[in-house]
């Protein structure tokens, strides 16, 4: 696979979004306590650039998530951010939103810890290849059922460090 010319979001877009998503969020959680939790590794450049936009305090924290190669529906939080969740806002941020498999896993685990409410915040969403009923509060970019990479996104470890969006083909 081979990098694609097409920008399919420029840097200009991309931060014009982040700053309308962090609008949003401090309009729809203003006064409240809120807990960000980012999934690694591909939503670290969002997430940074997005609490940055949120005008309200905001607790932090990671995890990272393990797929197994035997089955789409096996997942394993391989590291948890030791933070307060109960009776926070928690506000989920993912990179991409694309089956929905193990977002809904996740916050099936997450909502057993308490929380006030849990919000998911997606930078790129890929609506056509859901399988389960799982919907994002918050959305960056519907993207095309492509290879996406950039911003955080990756093609084999390579091209998280480009600040634009296009694709593998």
Do not use: W
Not at 21 to 32: F, W
Not at 38 to 67: C, Y
Not at 77 to 82: A, E, K, T
Request: glycine share 8%; proline share 4%.
């Amino acid at each position: 696979m081979n990098l694609s010319r097409e920008i399919l979001r420029s840097e200009a877009e991309i931060a014009e979004r982040v700053r309308q998503l962090g609008r949003q969020i401090t309009t729809d959680l203003e006064g409240k306590e809120m807990a960000v939790l980012g999934i690694l590794k591909g939503s670290f450049v969002f997430v940074a650039d997005l609490i940055r936009q949120i005008r309200l305090p905001v607790q932090i924290g990671f995890l990272e998530i393990s797929h197994s190669e035997k089955s789409e529906f096996l997942t394993e939080i391989l590291f948890y951010s030791n933070f307060k969740v109960e009776g926070t806002n928690l506000l989920v941020v993912e990179d991409i939103l694309d089956t929905g498999i193990t977002l809904a896993y996740l916050t099936e685990q997450l909502a057993a810890k308490g929380p006030k409410s849990i919000r998911i915040c997606t930078f790129l969403d890929k609506p056509e290849r859901r399988k389960v009923d799982i919907q994002p509060d918050y959305v960056g970019f519907p993207v095309p059922n492509k290879h996406v990479v950039g911003y955080g996104l990756d093609f084999q470890g390579r091209f998280r460090n480009l600040p634009y969006l296009t694709y593998m083909e």
